[in-house]
């Protein structure tokens, strides 16, 4: 992606400008977007419908854990100047290249999902072949990275993607009427909190997990911001991330629980478009098709932009044709949908690499922490540290739920 000749120069005291501001929407959205995919949407129907009004909770424990994580990573890449991949390399000679092989390969299988959801998402708006949905949508992508103004264009476009989805989902929730007084008091009190663990680790992997993690650090040292002076920034950027991410969870959340709560029962097929029928008539299955394609749409953008600035540091070439191995990137995961479907089998080995991916780089961020070598004089708080710690012991537990799928795989 061609620069966008946005460097901001900040010696001293920060100061927060407009430009900062541009940029802090930028990253949020790209952040938030990356995670509000196909699944995302999925996930939170299904675990609502399972666990009613006591899934706020887990709502709740989930966004506190992802602040700890996002907060831990973002400073210390933004106080070194480091990629998390660079990071990881400092610590561990390899490690490095290790990780973005990983994030490449579940990057790629993650994105032909996404290309998937969004042709379905076409389809349901305007009843057009899933296939062409999905071509458009590559299409569409590669217009926004290789425009005049790409990086301006991937913070507009993902933060518009970002806006329709939380206002119609929004929308849908009043619709649907669902009882608030019973979510705030479950969302504090709910009634087995055992059996939310997993539903937990989910939401975490989820919203944190893999490369969504470093989609909006990245976005900013891009910008060329980098140094202790822009803490402030950082840590207003990536807790507006999260909870922009949590917004969207809980809207979504309190639309299903108003229609389950009546006794209906999802469609297993499609449980989210079934809520929205539910909620405003036929016209939903439309409805839902915009917020699909909008989900869908955002994490092709954020998952090729993201995934590319791992992979382009394999090698010094590739850092001078960034524009083609994000273009590469989008090609490659359409044509495998296209020509050989929704590749389920590829989608569970990525999700088991995404269990791993967190644990190892927000480990060797909190170790980087502590190395003078690479933080130099930057002090890093002992309560990030533990909130950190807490992060990588719950993402252990989803890499450990991810390989039990992928045991699986090979059994069958």
Request: proline share 4%; aromatic share 10%.
């Amino acid at each position: 992606m061609k620069s966008n000749s946005n460097k901001i120069e900040n010696p001293g005291e920060f100061q927060f400008t407009k430009a900062h501001r541009r940029l802090l929407l930028g990253s949020v959205f790209l952040m938030a977007t990356s995670a509000i995919g196909p699944a995302f949407l999925t996930q939170t129907a299904v675990f609502t419908e399972q666990f009613l009004a006591s899934f706020a909770f887990a709502i709740l424990l989930s966004i506190i854990i992802d602040i700890g994580a996002q907060i831990n990573i973002w400073r210390v890449l933004v106080v070194t100047g480091y990629r998390g991949q660079e990071i990881a390399n400092e610590v561990v000679k390899g490690l490095g290249t290790f990780i973005s092989i990983l994030i490449a390969i579940g990057g790629l299988a993650f994105n032909i999902g996404n290309i998937a959801g969004a042709g379905l998402g076409l389809n349901a708006i305007f009843g057009i072949d899933v296939r062409v949905g999905a071509a458009i949508t590559a299409v569409i992508s590669i217009l926004v990275f290789i425009s005049k103004n790409g990086q301006k264009m991937m913070d507009f476009v993902t933060m518009l993607l970002g806006i329709l989805m939380i206002a119609v989902v929004a929308y849908v929730m009043v619709q649907s009427n669902p009882p608030y007084a019973d979510a705030a008091k479950h969302m504090i009190l709910p009634e087995n909190p055992a059996a939310l663990v997993l539903p937990i680790i989910t939401l975490v992997g989820g919203t944190v997990g893999g490369y969504i993690t470093f989609a909006g650090a990245h976005r900013i040292l891009d910008a060329d911001i980098k140094g202790k002076d822009y803490l402030p920034f950082v840590n207003r950027s990536a807790i507006t991330g999260i909870l922009t991410t949590g917004v969207m969870r809980g809207l979504l959340f309190l639309a299903v629980l108003g229609v389950v709560v009546t006794g209906v029962t999802l469609n297993p097929e499609n449980p989210p478009a079934s809520v929205f029928e539910h909620a405003i008539g036929p016209v939903g299955k439309n409805i839902f098709g915009v917020v699909l394609f909008a989900a869908a749409m955002s994490s092709v953008i954020g998952s090729a932009y993201t995934s590319t600035t791992f992979i382009k540091t394999l090698h010094k070439k590739l850092n001078k044709f960034d524009n083609y191995v994000v273009i590469a990137f989008i090609l490659i995961s359409t044509l495998i949908f296209l020509s050989i479907g929704k590749p389920v089998k590829l989608l569970i080995v990525a999700g088991a690499l995404n269990g791993l991916i967190l644990p190892i780089t927000l480990g060797t961020v909190l170790i980087a922490s502590k190395n003078k070598r690479i933080v130099g004089d930057y002090q890093h708080p002992t309560w990030m540290l533990i909130f950190g710690i807490v992060a990588v012991i719950v993402t252990l537990f989803t890499g450990f739920f991810s390989f039990q799928g992928l045991a699986q795989l090979w059994t069958q």
